[in-house]
């Protein structure tokens, strides 16, 4: 066929439903557990009963015997994994490396995998297995005095200091100097981790649901000792990973049981098993000093965090990264550190940092606003920085004040009365609260390929990860732009590691990242197909790597910002608190699909409501386990917590993207919970330092106040 191809009204930045959306509502997208495979076998993790110790005999011999029953892999006779190595994101959680050693370092840690003819047989008998242990003493107490915290570096560096603290503090008229504590979190996708594994002609196939099959097929590839392209991992549809969904300990039980049995294995985790093996949020200890002139300009700021890690692996909570990145002083003090103990290894969990970070931050300043008597969106900004205050480089884009103005209009600010406990509705005390966001606006390496099709459509080839955020659309219509061409006449196949190397859905990084690389091939094939050109049978292929460009970027600091404001009522008598309204008015690059778009920021800011009122893990100190490990006993916001949301963005395209692109998927949760603290505390006087905000807390706070 020829083409000839003319310019159209840009698909980029106009509503568009997801492309996949009737697949997914009638059932014709197949998640990984729903792909049927030729004599399949079923694999149930066992998990540890004790939070340490060594696992001392696994009476395997009654369960071989029952019905359907395969084998059951365990420390004694599992393949052999190497964790020796530095993988796409760091060193490896040794948590996925299972049945290597006798050791048990937390409760709920894999020690054996049956595996069955069915699921029901499988769990049966993984339930039957004996497992006797040799118990050790544990500690699961995590506390801001801990002797063994120690100050880690990750992706950022662990302390940042300028100037002189205590000279700034004491040379201050105003100070605000409190802790502020966040409870363990955890991700609950609706969607299980699951995964088989296969092998076909000497190859590794797994088909799983993750959030980069880049970085799994790399980390298993690294684990198994097997050349990278003797491993192919996809992952077409997945329902929902928050950062929990990347190598655990599924897929490696799965490969090894496979392995072992030259057959599809297929391993799914309970969801009581995903609160133990597929990370968390960290608690946090934040303690927040504020030093001001008596007209509210910072001369000291002081951000301290603490969270934990487990025994095997070293993750920390970066939660003074606001601080680094929102308000500078002449003497700017942040530290994270972490303390290792008997539990098991936290993970990235939406706006890893900045979600808990920010409640300390912004409520702080909140604190200091009052206490100056001046606005909180004035106090923000009189303290506007104009470079980074710890890099000291240029912001690429900073249209902070911007939201705060269209937010302070859209929300009726300006008929705020700032003394607290006035309003009433009833029974209601009301009250409002504003808080800002940010998240960094980051891009990784990737490859793409376009083809042309003799049929006059376009295909797109890259390995994406769409976890429900709609990147397979956002593609679909960056590409569609790029090619000149409607939207409908693209095709995107995504989550296939056989495409090449791409970057994962995960920092907020991923339309940005796959974007890239997708506009630079489509821009290089649509210069290739002139007026007339003849496409042959097999399409015309354009490959791309924005592996050069990326990194020829310049330095600089690259966020999106945002502006939080919420309304709270509050029954004192019985510490009922429900959110009434909420608005979010964003500056987060250009928007390539406004529907979606929205859907990201809504989402986020209703995870901040249940973060604020709800969530919150709590640890048996004496058996080292949750207490109810599951969604009945794991409170989260349902439809009945959530009002009315409305979430709206500032024009702020990237110069320095092709597409301006910055990144929506986190940011709509980063201050959330703080609006609403500092809501309830314009309602009632009384400050929430911890969160969630209970009843038995409210009614506790207003006892003493």
């Known amino acids: 066929m020829t083409t000839s191809?003319?310019?159209?009204?840009?698909?980029?930045?106009?509503?568009?439903?997801?492309?996949?959306?009737?697949?997914?509502?009638?059932?014709?997208?197949?998640?990984?557990?729903?792909?049927p495979f030729t004599e399949l076998a079923h694999g149930w993790l066992v998990v540890s009963t004790v939070a340490r110790g060594r696992i001392s005999s696994v009476q395997t011999a009654p369960v071989l015997a029952m019905p359907g029953v395969v084998t059951v892999l365990h420390h004694g006779n599992a393949p052999r994994v190497d964790t020796d190595y530095v993988g796409m994101l760091g060193k490896p959680d040794q948590t996925a490396a299972v049945f290597q050693h006798d050791r048990v370092p937390h409760m709920g840690w894999p020690v054996a995998l049956v595996v069955a003819e069915t699921s029901e047989q499988a769990r049966e008998a993984a339930e039957a297995l004996v497992v006797h242990y040799e118990e050790e003493p544990h500690d699961v107490a995590f506390?801001?005095?801990?002797?063994?915290?120690?100050?880690?570096?990750?992706?950022?560096?662990?302390?940042?200091?300028?100037?002189?603290?205590?000279?700034?503090?004491?040379?201050?008229?105003?100070?605000?100097?409190?802790?502020?504590?966040?409870?363990?979190?955890?991700?609950?996708?609706?969607?299980?981790?699951?995964?088989?594994?296969?092998?076909?002609?000497?190859?590794?196939?797994?088909?799983?649901?993750?959030?980069?099959?880049?970085?799994?097929?790399?980390?298993?590839?690294?684990?198994?000792?097997?050349d990278p392209s003797a491993v192919r991992v996809r992952s077409e549809h997945v329902g929902g990973g928050f950062g929990s969904k990347g190598v655990r300990a599924h897929q490696v039980a799965?490969?090894?049981?496979?392995?072992?049995?030259?057959?599809?294995?297929?391993?799914?985790?309970?969801?009581?098993?995903?609160?133990?093996?597929?990370?968390?949020?960290?608690?946090?200890?934040?303690?927040?000093?504020?030093?001001?002139?008596?007209?509210?300009?910072?001369?000291?700021?002081?951000h301290r965090s603490q969270s934990l890690t487990s025994t095997v692996h070293e993750y920390i909570e970066p939660s003074t990264g606001p601080a680094r990145t929102m308000y500078d002083a002449d003497a700017h003090h942040t530290a994270n550190r972490v303390v290792r103990l008997d539990v098991p290894t936290p993970t990235w969990m939406r706006a890893p940092g900045e979600a808990p970070g920010s409640f300390a931050l912004e409520s702080a300043l909140d604190e200091l606003a009052e206490k100056c008597g001046i606005d909180p969106i004035e106090l923000r900004a009189r303290n506007e920085p104009e470079r980074g205050p710890v890099s000291g480089l240029p912001f690429s884009g900073r249209n902070l004040l911007a939201c705060f103005q269209e937010g302070a209009r859209r929300f009726g600010w300006a008929?705020?009365?700032?003394?607290?406990?006035?309003?009433?509705?009833?029974?209601?005390?009301?009250?409002?609260?504003?808080?800002?966001?940010?998240?960094?606006?980051g891009a990784m390496p990737s490859t793409a390929a376009v083809t042309a099709q003799a049929d006059g459509t376009f295909t797109v080839r890259i390995n994406?990860?769409?976890?429900?955020?709609?990147?397979?659309?956002?593609?679909?219509?960056?590409?569609?732009?790029a090619l000149q061409v409607p939207p409908d006449r693209v095709h995107v196949r995504i989550g296939d590691s056989d495409f090449g190397p791409?970057?994962?859905?995960?920092?907020?990084?991923?339309?940005?990242?796959?974007?890239?690389?997708?506009?630079?091939?489509?821009?290089?094939?649509?210069?290739?197909?002139?007026?007339?050109?003849?496409?042959?049978?097999?399409?015309?292929?354009?490959?791309?790597?924005?592996?050069?460009a990326i990194g020829a970027l310049a330095q600089k600091e690259r966020h999106s910002f945002g502006a939080q404001f919420a309304e709270?009522?509050?029954?004192?008598?019985?510490?009922?608190?429900?959110?009434?309204?909420?608005?979010?008015?964003?500056?987060?690059?250009?928007?390539?699909?406004?529907?979606?778009?929205?859907?990201?920021?809504?989402?986020?800011?209703?995870?901040?409501i249940s973060m604020a009122l709800h969530e919150e893990a709590v640890r048996d100190r004496a058996t080292g386990g949750h207490y109810g490990a599951d969604l009945a006993g794991y409170h989260v916001a349902t439809h009945a917590d959530v009002p009315l949301i409305e979430a709206d963005w500032?024009?702020?395209?990237?110069?320095?993207?092709?597409?301006?692109?910055?990144?929506?998927?986190?940011?709509?949760?980063?201050?959330?919970?703080?609006?609403?603290?500092?809501?309830?505390?314009?309602?009632?006087?009384?400050?929430?330092?911890?969160?969630?905000?209970r009843p038995d807390r409210v009614l506790r706070a207003g006892r003493h106040a």
């Open 254 to 302: 799965a490969v090894m049981a496979a392995t072992v049995l030259q057959r599809p294995v297929r391993v799914v985790m309970t969801r009581r098993q995903m609160f133990s093996l597929t990370g968390y949020r960290s608690p946090t200890i934040q303690r927040v000093r504020l030093g001001a002139d008596a007209d509210g300009r910072l001369r000291a700021l002081e």
């Open 5 to 35: 191809p003319t310019r159209l009204k840009g698909a980029v930045g106009t509503a568009h439903t997801r492309v996949e959306g009737r697949d997914k509502v009638t059932g014709a997208a197949r998640y990984a557990g729903e792909i």
């Open 464 to 481: 994406a990860a769409d976890i429900g955020t709609g990147a397979r659309t956002a593609i679909t219509l960056v590409a569609a732009d």
């Open 568 to 608: 709270a009522a509050v029954d004192v008598t019985t510490g009922e608190v429900r959110v009434r309204r909420m608005l979010g008015i964003f500056a987060a690059g250009r928007i390539v699909n406004p529907l979606t778009a929205r859907n990201q920021f809504v989402g986020g800011m209703t995870w901040g």
């Open 143 to 226: 506390s801001a005095d801990h002797p063994d915290a120690y100050p880690l570096d990750a992706h950022m560096p662990a302390v940042a200091e300028k100037g002189d603290l205590e000279s700034g503090l004491a040379a201050s008229d105003v100070v605000v100097d409190a802790e502020y504590t966040t409870p363990e979190e955890h991700h609950s996708p609706m969607e299980p981790h699951v995964a088989t594994a296969l092998w076909d002609g000497g190859r590794l196939e797994v088909v799983d649901s993750n959030q980069g099959t880049t970085w799994v097929a790399s980390e298993l590839a690294n684990l198994f000792s097997l």
């Open 502 to 548: 791409a970057g994962i859905a995960g920092g907020s990084t991923g339309t940005r990242t796959w974007a890239w690389a997708v506009s630079v091939a489509a821009d290089e094939l649509r210069e290739r197909l002139l007026p007339g050109a003849v496409i042959p049978p097999e399409g015309i292929t354009v490959r791309s790597d924005t592996t050069e």
């Open 650 to 693: 500032v024009d702020d395209p990237d110069p320095d993207d092709p597409v301006g692109i910055k990144g929506v998927g986190e940011i709509g949760i980063v201050g959330a919970a703080a609006a609403i603290a500092n809501a309830v505390w314009h309602a009632t006087g009384v400050r929430h330092r911890d969160l969630p905000i």
């Open 415 to 441: 008929d705020r009365d700032p003394r607290p406990g006035l309003r009433r509705d009833g029974r209601w005390l009301l009250g409002t609260g504003t808080a800002a966001a940010s998240f960094p606006a």
